[in-house]
């Protein structure tokens, strides 16, 4: 069955460093990969859309990376900020014309310390 | 606001009762996801609606979970004789739907405790 991982552990940085997110899956092949920030007491809020075609997306101090080879996506936070503090979540979907249903990641806690 | 919006926010109910959730989309959006998430989970697909088209129920847990869609635009989660399990913070999402890739809205969720 598909599974998607993503860090269990809290992810602590110190501001103005750059944090790195993991999203690792198996037994899937997605067309598309979303990352979405999620903070306490609210839903999940989109960011970022990539492809399998395409290695790297960017917006503003955002990047993600897709490896279908190693079936992985980094999400990097570039000059974190205390207010980058959230939980992350992934979610993997498959090519048009199957089902319109993601699978998301348990997401990952990323804390910036001031 | 335009957002998708849910209500109750927080709903006590007693093991045995029923629950109806509501769930009000984006204007124009043809797509409807409900999710449920338990504390530490991730998101747990429980049912989508696309337009006119018969919904996917392939995530609803049992058969004490049904869930309508009026008109294409509000829905509402309905929980029989809910147990103890069934608590958890349910969230609803709706999106443009024309793409598989199309963001999703999420609400701010319905939190339900079954004591």
């Known amino acids: 069955s598909q599974k998607i991982e993503q860090n269990s552990e809290a992810l602590n940085i110190q501001e103005g460093k750059t944090a790195t997110l993991t999203c690792n899956y198996t037994?899937?092949?997605?067309?598309?990969l979303q990352w979405y920030r999620q903070d306490p007491g609210r839903g999940p809020v989109f960011l970022l859309l990539?492809?399998?075609?395409?290695k790297e997306k960017r917006k503003e101090r955002l990047k993600v990376t897709f490896d279908t080879t190693l079936k992985q996506s980094l999400f990097h936070i570039t000059a974190s900020q205390p207010a980058d503090s959230a939980t992350y979540l992934c979610?993997?979907?498959?090519?048009?014309?199957?089902?319109?249903?993601?699978?998301f990641g348990r997401g990952t806690s990323l804390i910036v310390h001031p | 606001g335009a957002g998708v919006s849910q209500s109750p926010s927080n709903k006590v109910t007693e093991k045995g009762k029923d629950v109806e959730l509501r769930c009000d989309p984006i204007?124009?959006?043809?797509?409807l996801y409900w999710y449920r998430q338990s504390l530490g989970q991730g998101l747990e697909f429980l049912i989508y609606f696309q337009g006119n088209s018969a919904p996917d129920k392939s995530g609803l847990p049992s058969d004490r979970f049904s869930a309508e869609r009026t008109g294409g635009s509000v829905s509402t989660l309905t929980i029989q004789r809910t147990q103890q399990e069934d608590s958890a913070v349910y969230l609803c999402a709706s999106s443009l739907g024309q793409r598989v890739y199309n963001e999703q809205f999420f609400g701010p969720g319905t939190r339900l405790t079954v004591l």
């Open positions: 037994n899937y092949s997605p067309a598309y």
């Open positions: 979610a993997l979907l498959p090519a048009s014309g199957g089902s319109y249903i993601p699978t």
């Open positions: 990539i492809r399998e075609n395409e």
């Open positions: 204007s124009g959006h043809t797509a």
